[in-house]
């Protein structure tokens, strides 16, 4: 929101307070508390009649500060508010002196100077990373519109921001004004479902406003040299999370707001959808099924979309018995393929289902303030909304996806929870302005808990449209509803990179578009874009997305990307255990990896999977793609041509093809099987070595699909000898040495050809290789 008529001027019917200096302060050991009036005082009369903003700053763990800004402290305290791990932190020290009060916390800290105009300096090693500065803390009154507080963050030349969630809009933030607030709005506008108050940028630290209800923030958009975030009310609180690289930030936010689940290996095979308003029914799911497999296409989830329930009733979680007589008996069928089974839900309740009726009676609906069922035509008739603030009505709802659970079915689509109304009452008394972005997360949580309950905790999965903060910990996550055109399967990716950048490990997409039949050129790119991305699934609207409607080269692209995606899943596997364990995403903007390089500030058409894949989606209908390739040799993994960056890319791709590189000093784990996603991925592996230069290392573990570490291997070179050790459990692994056609001698290995150069197979239980070049 803005509330400057240009640099000088407030908007009409704008009062601002600002904190004009730092006054005086009370200090501990861990907390620093500064009082700000609304102007300088020069002599005691000058404390009359004047506000003051009281500044609160904290630490819940090495490197991060809390900084709590309030006006007024008498309102009531009001959920729900966002969950924030906070660890004993031995790093924080305050102190004070005739010149600055000081919190600091690990290499972070806070200088609030006592003379002069007030101001807010964030520093680490020796460097002011941002700093609030004058007119940047503020109390506003602002006519027919209510009171706000806000704070303005400095940003420097050349800084830029990152994240706030899923946002399909720019991948660099700079200029623009962002609502934080969940909303329907597909990928083709600045709407968003997943909202997370939190960016990055790229001069080493992120911003976390600890605010779940709407966030405005506008970036370098008023004030071209700040970023403004404010919150209506009488208190802001956000959090400096100091890096300094984008992984360390991204690895301490989600310290703070939940690491994601590791989701089961399973879940990153081919998906297929019914598609949603098509017409389907026992015999047309079969015909799917047995199509792929007559193909060669390996199919590793089903998903029932909405129609599997009667029409009007969404959602009484009850089979449409007109079109599925026995859905005991076709789940048992299905799962006899070794397919897995999702269904579809989401959180409103029509008003014919009889769930409406028993919810109503108990009190299990979310209600208007005189008591009454708040309902809603949009969507379903009548529809109202499960309130997850009430335990009774959480243990109901998941009681009631209990009962699909014992029949077979394995995980469950939870769509919507972003048109969540402001004019209702909770059960716990909720803030509805808190909860409107809240809601989802309550929502997809009830969900992940029973399937980890019931299923284990290596074994739940959603597959979920809505989120907020501390969303990422109930993978995964897709993009919402697209158009089927390149320009929408681009805007896909930027929202996807910028979601990776606001905690989310995990994310996937509709594979073709949702929106309309996609053209066959679009559809085969697109698959490859979707099999290269964490999770993958062929989804639409009202056309199905089975290849063979398309033409026989479609049925070819998807089974030549699903078997890559399996031999790959070594390798993807242990990016997944990352995630899970770091926060580090599976599918990285470019900038993740490479922060030190100036062009990765601004790709948003290529990504790293994991943290040795480069990825060039195709978006042209000519089959041309231009990409960029940082420092060093870089090889094309399926046919070992080789790019040395630092330099931008034109090539012209087939279908069958893409930019799919390994970076140097990189070691890639490839499985031997193309036809699932979960198997042992250690049972003959083989380990890619990739341009290792002189004194660099190497290393890669392959996990279990429980995310143990099962194996792991690391490389060195030292002129022109290269060691290869193994740690763990591991049979038949064999390592080829990419791009060196001939070697002196090898210790411990059988030394042969291949195709992308010399192939060594560990012999009986060796486990380190020495290997000698030729001069």
């Not at 020796?126 to 503020?138: F, M």
């Not at 449209?465 to 995964?476: D, L």
């Not at 143990?708 to 002129?719: E, L, P």
């Amino acid at each position: 929101m803005k509330f400057t008529d240009g640099y000088w001027m407030m908007r009409e019917g704008v009062n601002a307070l600002f904190a004009s200096q730092a006054y005086d302060g009370q200090i501990n050991d861990t907390s620093l508390t500064v009082y700000a009036p609304g102007k300088r005082i020069n002599h005691r009369g000058d404390t009359l009649n004047l506000g003051t903003i009281t500044a609160r700053f904290s630490s819940p763990m090495p490197d991060v500060i809390r900084v709590k800004l309030t006006h007024f402290e008498g309102q009531r305290p009001l959920g729900p508010n966002f969950a924030i791990a906070e660890s004993a932190n031995e790093s924080v020290s305050t102190s004070e002196d005739e010149q600055e009060f000081r919190l600091t916390s690990g290499k972070l800290s806070v200088q609030i100077p006592k003379t002069g105009d007030w101001s807010i300096n964030f520093w680490a090693e020796n460097r002011r990373v941002t700093s609030s500065g004058r007119k940047g803390v503020g109390y506003i009154s602002m006519a027919g519109e209510g009171e706000f507080m806000h704070e303005q963050l400095s940003l420097c030349v050349g800084e830029q921001v990152y994240g706030l969630g899923e946002r399909f809009t720019a991948f660099v933030k700079n200029g623009q004004s962002v609502d934080v607030w969940n909303q329907d709005g597909g990928t083709g506008s600045e709407q968003a479902y997943k909202n997370v108050p939190f960016y990055l940028t790229n001069r080493g630290y992120g911003v976390f406003v600890n605010q779940p209800e709407n966030v405005a923030f506008e970036i370098a958009s008023e004030k071209v040299s700040r970023v403004q975030f404010s919150v209506q009310g009488q208190s802001l609180e956000y959090f400096v999370i100091y890096g300094p690289t984008p992984k360390d930030i991204l690895e301490k936010f989600t310290a703070l707001t939940g690491r994601p689940a590791l989701p089961p290996a399973w879940s990153f095979g081919l998906w297929l959808t019914t598609s949603f308003t098509t017409s389907y029914d026992e015999a047309t799911v079969t015909s799917f099924i047995q199509g792929m497999a007559d193909r060669d296409l390996h199919l590793h989830v089903f998903h029932f979309d909405c129609f599997w329930m009667r029409e009007f009733h969404w959602c009484d979680l009850e089979w449409d018995s007109r079109t599925f007589p026995d859905p005991e008996g076709m789940l048992k069928r299905l799962k006899d393929r070794g397919l897995k089974i999702c269904v579809w839900i989401n959180p409103y309740i029509a008003q014919r289902s009889a769930l409406f009726r028993e919810g109503m009676e108990h009190g299990y609906l979310v209600k208007k303030p005189n008591g009454d069922v708040w309902q809603s035509d949009m969507w379903q008739s009548g529809m109202g909304l499960v309130d997850f603030t009430n335990p009774d009505a959480c243990a109901w709802y998941a009681a009631k996806l209990k009962g699909l659970l014992d029949i077979g079915v394995d995980c469950f689509k939870t769509d919507f929870g972003e048109r969540i109304p402001t004019d209702v009452a909770y059960f716990d008394g909720s803030d509805p302005q808190r909860m409107h972005n809240y809601y989802t997360h309550l929502y997809n949580k009830v969900v992940f808990d029973l399937l980890q309950t019931e299923r284990g905790l290596n074994d739940a999965v959603l597959f979920a449209r809505s989120a907020t903060a501390g969303g990422q910990q109930f993978p995964v996550h897709w993009g919402g509803d697209c158009e089927s055109t390149f320009e929408s399967m681009a805007e896909s990716l930027r929202g996807g990179l910028s979601l990776g950048l606001s905690g989310f490990g995990f994310w996937s997409h509709d594979i073709g578009g949702f929106e309309g039949l996609p053209p066959v050129e679009v559809y085969k790119r697109w698959i490859a874009f979707g099999m290269l991305s964490s999770h993958s699934r062929l989804h639409g609207n009202h056309t199905y997305r089975v290849p063979w409607i398309y033409d026989e080269e479609a049925v070819d692209v998807l089974r030549h990307f699903t078997k890559l995606k399996s031999r790959l899943m070594p390798y993807l596997y242990g990016a997944a255990v990352t995630a899970s364990t770091s926060g580090i995403p599976v599918m990285r903007a470019m900038l993740l990896e490479f922060p030190n390089d100036p062009t990765c500030d601004y790709l948003d058409r290529q990504y790293m999977l994991g943290d040795s894949l480069l990825v060039a989606p195709v978006f042209a209908y000519d089959n041309t793609v231009s990409y960029y390739v940082p420092a060093g040799r870089w090889t094309q993994i399926t046919n070992g041509a080789v790019v040395e960056g630092p330099r931008w890319v034109s090539e012209t791709h087939d279908m069958l093809s893409l930019p799919l590189l390994a970076r140097p000093n990189s070691l890639i784990a490839i499985g031997n099987n193309s036809e699932r996603p979960d198997y042992d991925y250690t049972n003959g592996v083989t380990l890619n070595l990739y341009e290792l230069g002189d004194g660099q290392a190497a290393y890669t573990m392959v996990p279990a699909i429980n995310g143990d570490i099962a194996a792991s291997w690391s490389a060195r070179r030292d002129g022109d000898t290269i060691s290869i050790v193994q740690e763990g459990q591991a049979s038949d692994w064999q390592i080829v040495l990419v791009g060196i056609q001939q070697v002196a001698s090898a210790d411990q290995a059988l030394v042969e050809q291949h195709p992308l150069g010399v192939q060594l197979t560990a012999l009986g239980q060796a486990t380190k290789l020495v290997v000698k070049l030729q001069g």
